[in-house]
């Protein structure tokens, strides 16, 4: 009589549904695949976020604070760090304009590479235009053309905005040594 006992009592934990050790695999199941997707959401999103982000067309640079300060006639260097975000790298690069007004109320701005092989250019006071002394380019101050050198184009111009009597250039790199003007 003992032994009918046992076995009404295992036979009963069979019937009441679910035995235990398949609701504990159930129960592992589920446990991996939670952990599966809290894992892989973060890991999908490292290797897909820099790929889909999409490419800076320029960022607004402050290059003067008060348009009464500039020196009318004469091109002024503004330089400026820009940080530059390429998928997981994040880097440092020190850029310059050259700043330049007629009349105090129009502004032109150049981008500070040479447009033959990206040399700095600098102010020549003597003859009143730009001079790179990589290759002996010149370049015109009220237009940004080509008088002598190499170059294969004019100075790239950038878009100004004056806001409040700050200045403000929309900074661009553009492909060097081709004579057509295209963007980086």
């Given at each position: 009589?003992?032994?009918a ?11 009441d549904?679910?035995p ?33 982000q ?37 880097t440092r ?36 235009n ?20 190499p ?13 409040d ?5 929309k900074?661009?790199?553009?492909r ?9």
């Open positions: 009589m003992s032994s006992p046992a076995e009404q009592h295992v036979a009963s934990d069979e019937t549904g679910l235990r050790r398949g609701f504990l695999k159930r129960l592992s199941a589920l446990g991996a695949v939670i952990s599966a997707g809290l894992v892989s959401v973060p890991v999908i999103r490292a290797i897909l976020s820099p790929a889909s999409a490419a800076g067309t320029g960022e607004w640079v402050k290059v003067a604070d008060d348009t009464a300060l500039l020196d009318i006639g004469v091109p002024i260097r503004v330089n400026f760090v820009q940080t530059v975000q390429d998928s997981w790298i994040e690069t020190l850029n310059g304009v050259w700043l330049y007004t007629d009349d105090g109320e129009k502004f032109k701005a150049y981008n500070g590479h040479c447009t033959h092989l990206g040399c700095s250019y600098f102010y020549d006071k003597e003859r009143k730009f001079f790179c002394p990589c290759h002996r380019g010149q370049f015109d101050v009220k237009t940004g053309a080509v008088l002598a050198g170059p294969p184009r004019p100075l790239d111009e950038l878009d100004v905005e004056v806001r009597a700050v200045v403000f250039v900074y661009k790199d553009f060097l040594g081709v004579p057509e003007r295209i963007e980086t």
